[in-house]
């Protein structure tokens, strides 16, 4: 399968972290519905990526460390959580009941009506999105995108590391020792065996909350074991994905997960038995019915990296696997 990583080059300059002042925070409401969402800025600036040797818990894949240049963007505040997504699962069952198929622009789509109960059980109010494969918040991210006229997308893989290290060159946003993970995160320890409702613990210091655990978040990129080696320093790297359904990256780990996999550089991939118990054939490109403890959050780039603009999900229900 061929590889298409792309370096984009995003040099700031002055000091590891520039600040913008005209940059704030605000809220996204979309238009015609109840949807808010929260958006923090996160200024441009340059962090080491992966992992120190000395690391605990670290793996091959985090390495080597390399310098990368990341230009200014929002993020969303929290993990996307079932309020806001059921409004795009809404349109998708209304198409799929009246027999509609793509519409909006650019041959938008809307999700299939889920095999079972997408929640799991595990409820819905402020309760973050689970089980969605990365083609599903592609589109997500683009029907907001449409109904704002604001540019939105996932992240890529270096944006979402350098937004939960917030400036900290630990482990943890808040230290090497997981000792204080439980102030900050749900996790195996305490997370009760399920997801938990978001923005319950404590913010990185850009104040982002749930970036560690909770859910794992996807990210753009599509995996490499040795994408570090290939790093340039300065620009900051993508692993564009194709019309393959695997694999794909998540990042900060989630419900299930012990402390390790919770550090920022800690890398984790998808894989075919997250659709296991899909009965389909083809299984659905909307839906990982294992992957309970993966879910999602936006970004909007303050300027889009060429390479990136128009950038949309190649994903079809006769993708290869």
Request: hydrophobic fraction near 35%; charge should be positive.
């Amino acid at each position: 399968m061929k590889k298409s990583l792309v370096f984009l080059s995003a040099f700031v300059a002055g000091p590891v972290i520039a600040q913008a002042q005209d940059k704030q925070p605000y809220t996204e409401k979309v238009p015609g519905t109840k949807i808010e969402i929260e958006m923090v800025y996160i200024p441009g600036g340059t962090f080491t990526m992966g992992s120190p040797a000395k690391e605990k818990g670290r793996k091959k894949d985090e390495q080597p460390q390399h310098e990368v240049t990341v230009k200014p963007f929002w993020m969303s505040k929290h993990e996307i959580s079932w309020d806001a997504y059921d409004v795009f699962l809404d349109i998708g069952i209304k198409n799929t009941l009246s027999g509609g198929g793509e519409e909006g622009p650019d041959a938008l789509t809307f999700p299939t009506p889920p095999y079972a109960d997408p929640t799991f059980g595990y409820g819905k109010e402020k309760q973050p999105t689970i089980a969605l494969t990365q083609h599903a918040v592609w589109e997500f991210a683009r029907w907001v995108s449409a109904k704002t006229k604001n540019s939105y997308r996932i992240p890529t893989e270096a944006e979402w590391e350098y937004a939960c290290r917030a400036g900290t060159k630990t482990a943890y946003s808040f230290g090497d020792s997981p000792a204080k993970l439980g102030d900050h995160a749900w996790f195996v320890t305490n997370s009760k065996k399920h997801p938990n409702p978001i923005g319950a613990k404590k913010p990185n210091p850009f104040g982002l909350f749930d970036m560690h655990g909770n859910t794992a978040e996807w990210v753009i990129d599509q995996y490499a074991a040795d994408a570090y080696a290939k790093a340039k320093p300065g620009e900051l790297p993508v692993n564009l994905p194709g019309d393959r359904r695997y694999s794909h990256i998540v990042r900060g780990g989630g419900w299930k997960d012990k402390a390790p996999a919770l550090r920022c550089a800690a890398r984790r991939f998808s894989e075919k038995w997250w659709s296991k118990q899909d009965p389909q054939n083809p299984q659905s490109i909307w839906w990982h019915t294992e992957a309970t403890d993966v879910g999602f959050r936006i970004v909007r780039p303050v300027e889009e990296y060429p390479a990136l603009k128009g950038l949309r999900s190649k994903m079809t229900i006769e993708s290869a696997y």
